[in-house]
């Protein structure tokens, strides 16, 4: 015969209570995020393209420079 | 919250909608606050890195997926954040040591300790707070806030196995340090049949 441990402990975790942040400090957190979705500090329509086109431009030219580095390693080595 | 009403509030949330981020923020606050107060043992350490938590919600909610599980997705920025605050506090330790400054930590009861209403929740927030931060967090994510072992996994960065390994380790430990501050068994065992 098998004993295995009940899951009672588990039970007893879940059901256990802390206290509640307190409620200044709530609206406080609230009310800054608030003010961070109705977009203060965020950037606009514009920005948020021009970031877009950076975040692709940025590792493109990085590639790009990449292949010229190697090309001219591979003339200088006089194996093109 | 059913996961359709939370797909809906995410959707309104990514588009700025406040009272969606209030409702949101109603559903996992006193939860999110739980899980770091007893990770932290500290009611203001708890409280700032809450803050951090709903700022860096609001801050890439739109940067979201779809279908985003909020949940494992808030406990796992809150677990991440308290892993930098203790590291930023492990620095600070080593460098209070070498200047002969540190301190012992207060052995005073805990807000938890009070908070716990019954006799055996006080034991257990005591035996909770005697386990390391990776039984404890492990314990407060699958057997306090009810995440699945799976997204308790993916809030710790760890595989499902070693999760569901973590967490019988935990667990085994935890039954150990309740029995050794009270003799009398708080889990039963069961027969089962074979």
């Known amino acids: 015969m098998t004993v295995a441990p009940r899951d009672e402990l588990m039970e007893t975790l879940a059901d256990l209570s802390g206290p509640a942040p307190r409620a200044a400090q709530d609206a406080r957190v609230r009310a800054r995020c608030h003010a961070v979705l109705k977009g203060v500090g965020r950037p606009g329509p514009f920005a948020r393209k021009a970031r877009w086109a950076l975040d692709r431009v940025l590792p493109a030219a990085v590639l790009i420079y990449g292949v010229v580095v190697v090309v001219e390693g591979l003339k200088l080595a006089g194996l093109l | ?194």
């Open chain 2, 1 to 194: 919250m059913d996961r359709d009403t939370e797909l809906a509030l995410l959707e309104r949330v990514r588009g700025g909608d406040t009272a969606a981020f209030d409702a949101i923020h109603a559903a996992f606050n006193a939860r999110l606050y739980g899980f770091l107060a007893r990770l932290a043992r500290n009611r203001d350490v708890a409280e700032d890195l809450l803050e951090e938590t709903w700022l860096r919600f609001v801050t890439h909610a739109d940067q979201l997926r779809a279908d985003t599980r909020l949940g494992p997705w808030l406990f796992t920025v809150a677990r991440n954040l308290h892993v930098t605050w203790c590291r930023a506090r492990a620095v600070e330790r080593r460098a209070a040591a070498s200047l002969d400054m540190w301190t012992a930590e207060s052995p005073a009861e805990s807000p938890f300790d009070r908070a716990a209403g019954t006799e055996l929740g006080q034991r257990l927030e005591r035996a909770l707070g005697s386990l390391s931060v990776e039984a404890r967090e492990v314990l407060l994510l699958v057997g306090v806030e009810g995440l699945t072992p799976s997204e308790a996994a993916g809030v710790c960065g760890v595989t499902p196995e070693a999760m569901r390994q973590r967490l019988k380790r935990a667990r085994t430990l935890l039954a150990e340090r309740l029995a050794e501050s009270d003799p009398r068994p708080v889990v039963r065992l069961r027969e089962v049949k074979p």
